[in-house]
């Protein structure tokens, strides 16, 4: 008897979002790539569970129960800025773990940091955005630059997430709110 072979369907390509930046950014917030909610809604964090929108809006006033367009008004006036580090990646479904970071393109972060020298504090939605940070962008980024920033790995937004509740994230994600000099760089 034969075995029929398995063929597997090459994962899809996942284009990410024009980022959210206003005039004069501070903050910038940096995820992996959208997932499959946000990509079908066109929207940052559109996930129902995810829990970025509820902690924007506990610490900015972006509140989940505003229009996207609001939210992201709302980010631009505070000066965040919200952006993925890849601009394109195959994967399938959600997971970061899918994602295929061998033939990943990432988004010109050092071209946008070299131009908003505003931006003091640079955040990241999980470690797989700082881990693909640091592999693809803070190499390429100038020493001068890399000075001037400071960094911050905070929990995973994802509903995937779940070592953490929803307000044990909230409390680490107020760092936000503190003193941006005590934030750490990203190893």
Do not use: C
Not at 34 to 59: C, D, K, T
């Amino acid at each position: 008897m034969r075995q029929a072979a398995i063929s597997r369907t090459p994962a899809p390509r996942v284009r990410a979002f024009a980022p959210i930046l206003g005039p004069r950014p501070h903050l910038l917030i940096l995820g992996s790539l959208p997932g499959v909610a946000s990509l079908r809604a066109g929207e940052y964090y559109a996930h129902p569970r995810n829990q970025f929108w509820p902690i924007m809006g506990a610490l900015f006033g972006a509140s989940v129960d505003l229009p996207y367009p609001r939210r992201v008004a709302v980010l631009r006036a505070a000066g965040i800025g919200v952006w993925d580090v890849l601009a394109e990646a195959a994967r399938a479904g959600s997971a970061d773990a899918d994602i295929d970071v061998a033939g990943a393109r990432a988004h010109d972060i050092r071209g946008l940091l070299l131009r908003h020298r505003t931006i003091t504090l640079v955040a990241f939605n999980g470690g797989a955005a700082r881990r693909l940070y640091a592999r693809l962008v803070l190499p390429r980024l100038p020493a001068s630059r890399r000075r001037t920033l400071h960094h911050v790995v905070l929990p995973s937004t994802s509903p995937a997430y779940a070592a953490l509740t929803p307000a044990a994230k909230l409390v680490r994600w107020r760092v936000l709110l503190a003193d941006r000099r005590t934030a750490s760089t990203p190893q």
